[in-house]
């Protein structure tokens, strides 16, 4: 018996990449735009979704694919605004985990309506850390920081603000009510992720929502564009 | 990052390429910038490779560090802290040379000697 190393280099992540992919070639044989929405617990993503289609993206039909540990809160919430939500529940057939990867993600296609949507908005499970880590065949990765969350947060959790094409600053109406210093805060985000798009915005107020829109809109055009 | 899930993903890779054989060490390449925590990692890898070709396997982490080039100077440099604007040039398109990294890079296993042949 003697040792023998063998040569392997392959990213450990490979196979939730090779799935991925997979998802990706589906949804774009359907002509899906698929977004990764991403953020901590709490960040506002579920009421940022509420905001956007209650008035929805002109000539863009909208599903959701709503990603939790437990529960169907989030897409019960948001099944009165008439857009087709799924539910994906990380914790029955998934141990439970903190992140949605690739193969939870193909689990769930045959429940959703590729037919007859234009852009999937998959809301992942609110995590700072893990998602970044998993892609699932999304065209762009749009992360939500809210202002409650202070300065630091890049600082923290670069992976995360790096690996995102957008970043909506939440709950912009809060502003008056925190110490928080919001150009701190910019200056943080340029420092982990230099120049990337970033819009200030409050689901609540409405504010900034507009520009949201109009970034989805022009995503979506722009894979049909290239989709041939 | 959730070492769990990674470990599970370093002992499949390890598997696959040992091809039914006893592995004795694993050799994986660490970037800075993965969410990865090495003390949690080897806890977690050896409680997966439980019950596999795994079992008992040293994992040997190459931490490598974060190093970036900027598209638009050439500056390369080394970050530590959160630093990904060009000191040169302050440009923003930066490329990241090293430190992305969670390769399994080798496996060691056990090989049954071949039988001579004259």
Not at chain 1, 171 to 194: C, S
Request: proline share 4%; glycine share 6%.
């Amino acid at each position: 018996m003697h040792r023998v190393k063998v040569r392997v280099v392959e990213d450990a992540l490979d196979a939730n990449n090779t799935i991925a992919r997979a998802n990706r070639a589906d949804f774009d044989a359907h002509g899906v735009t698929v977004i990764n929405l991403m953020s901590s617990p709490g960040a506002g993503k579920t009421t940022l979704l509420e905001a956007l289609l209650a008035e929805g993206i002109d000539g863009v039909r909208v599903g959701v694919l709503e990603g939790d540990v437990q529960g169907s809160m989030d897409a019960d919430r948001l099944a009165s605004l008439h857009v087709p939500v799924t539910q994906l529940n990380t914790d029955p057939g998934f141990g439970g985990e903190c992140h949605l990867d690739a193969n939870m993600v193909r689990s769930a296609l045959p429940a959703l309506p590729l037919h007859d949507i234009d852009l999937l908005i998959v809301e992942n499970v609110g995590n700072l850390v893990c998602p970044a880590e998993f892609h699932v065949g999304e065209d762009a990765r749009v992360m939500v920081s809210s202002v409650t969350e202070g300065e630091d947060k890049p600082l923290k959790y670069p992976l995360m603000f790096r690996t995102c094409d957008l970043v909506l600053v939440n709950k912009l109406d809060l502003m008056p009510h925190l110490d928080v210093d919001l150009e701190r805060f910019l200056h943080n985000l340029d420092a982990v992720h230099p120049d990337v798009e970033r819009m200030l915005v409050s689901a609540r107020t409405g504010e900034g929502i507009d520009a949201w829109r109009t970034w989805l809109s022009e995503l979506v055009a722009a894979r049909s564009g290239a989709a041939v | 990052m959730h070492e769990l899930s990674v470990s599970a993903a370093v002992v499949d890779t390890a598997v696959r390429h040992a091809a039914g054989r006893k592995v004795t060490h694993v050799h994986l390449r660490v970037g800075a910038l993965r969410q990865v925590v090495p003390d949690s990692l080897a806890f977690y890898f050896e409680i997966v490779a439980r019950d596999t070709l795994c079992e008992g396997a040293v994992l040997e982490q190459e931490l490598i560090a974060a190093r970036l080039r900027c598209e638009s100077c050439a500056t390369e440099w080394e970050v530590d802290a959160p630093a990904f604007r060009c000191p040169g040039c302050a440009g923003a398109e930066v490329a990241v040379v090293c430190g992305n990294e969670l390769e399994v890079e080798s496996i060691d296993v056990e090989q049954q000697e071949a039988a001579c042949t004259a």
